[in-house]
């Protein structure tokens, strides 16, 4: 399972079937997921698993970063398991809901900003681009992209 139970010890949680199958959904995949999507799948192995331990479990390993929150314009919660360790940002394609490695991060400037302009500073950032993908653009799914809004 892909080393999922060393991920787990690291974060000192406890190694649970339900933990690992969460890691094993998510890791099959290469677009995000709603708490509600995994439940679903997971209820095919677990007879006994309740939404609220689906949804406790995913935010438990976020906060540690092994898997990461999905910001999304309709406001409900995703996450994708991203096997990229180094620093980095995602593309998020909206239609399709893959995601995609972006290896460009902009705090640089923006901490110059902030420092110089605002005269404060940072302690975090998010930098997550939303879009559609190239084949996606590609595909007549109804979708109409006017001056860079849904």
């Known amino acids: 399972m892909n080393n999922y139970s060393h991920i787990l010890r690291n974060l000192k949680l406890k190694v649970t079937p339900k933990r690992l199958e969460i890691l094993n959904i998510l890791g099959k995949r290469r677009y995000f997921m709603s708490p509600e999507e995994i439940w679903k799948e997971m209820k095919i192995k677990f007879k006994k698993i309740g939404l609220?331990?689906?949804?406790?479990?995913l935010e438990e390993m976020a906060e540690?970063?092994?898997?990461?929150?999905?910001?999304?314009?309709?406001?409900?919660?995703?996450y994708y398991l991203c096997n990229n360790k180094n620093h980095h940002h995602h593309f998020v394609c909206l239609s399709c809901k893959r995601v995609y490695d972006i290896d460009y991060c902009p705090e640089i400037k923006i901490v110059e900003f902030v420092r110089e302009i605002l005269k404060g500073s940072i302690i975090s950032h998010l930098f997550q681009v939303n879009g559609?993908?190239?084949?996606?653009?590609?595909?007549?799914?109804?979708?109409?992209?006017?001056?860079?809004e849904i």
């Open 64 to 78: 540690g970063g092994v898997i990461f929150r999905v910001i999304h314009t309709d406001r409900q919660l995703y």
């Open 52 to 57: 609220p331990t689906v949804y406790r479990n």
């Open 132 to 148: 559609f993908c190239s084949n996606c653009l590609n595909k007549d799914q109804g979708v109409i992209v006017k001056n860079n």
